[in-house]
Nanobody, 119 residues
Framework: QGQFVESGGGSVQAGGPLRLSCVAPRRMILSTFWGAQTAWYRQCPATQRELVASIGSGGKTNYTESVKGRFTISRDNAKKTVHLQMNSLKREDTAVYYC?????????WGQGAQVTVSS
C-alpha cells in the first residue's frame, strides 16, 4: 500500500500510558526510510492537524511543547516503523494520530489511530 499504517490507539484514563506504532508504506524502500525525517501528527475535529513529534535520520527528536517530557518518539529502521510512547496522558491529547514525513507528504496519510483520554 501507499500509506503509513498506524496502530495501538484506544481509550485510556487520564494519567495512563499508550504506545502507538506505525509502519511505513510498503513501497518505501529501506534506504528511503532511513534518510527520512519521520513524525507523528494529530488532529481533532476542532483543530488543524499538528506536528506532535519528529525524529530525524540521525535520531534527533523534536516535540511540540505540550507533550515534552511525556511523549517519546522512536524508530526502528530495520522494520521501517515509528513508535510514540505516550505517558501521563491528558484529556487534551485526545485526537487521531497519524504518521508521515517532515515535510508531510499528502499521499502518505493513512487512517490514523484514535486516542481517547478520559478523566
Amino acid at each position: 500500500q501507499g500509506q503509513f499504517v498506524e496502530s495501538g490507539g484506544g481509550s485510556v484514563q487520564a494519567g495512563g500510558p499508550l504506545r502507538l506504532s506505525c509502519v511505513a508504506p510498503r513501497r518505501m524502500i529501506l534506504s528511503t526510510f532511513w534518510g527520512a525525517q519521520t513524525a507523528w501528527y494529530r488532529q481533532c475535529p476542532a483543530t488543524q492537524r499538528e506536528l506532535v513529534a519528529s525524529i530525524g535520520s540521525g535520531g534527533k527528536t523534536n516535540y511540540t511543547e505540550s507533550v515534552k517530557g511525556r511523549f517519546t518518539i522512536s524508530r526502528d529502521n530495520a522494520k521501517k516503523t515509528v513508535h510514540l510512547q505516550m505517558n501521563s496522558l491528558k484529556r487534551e491529547d485526545t485526537a487521531v494520530y497519524y504518521c508521515n514525513l517532515v515535510p508531510q507528504y499528502r499521499t502518505y496519510w493513512g487512517q490514523g489511530a484514535q486516542v481517547t483520554v478520559s478523566s
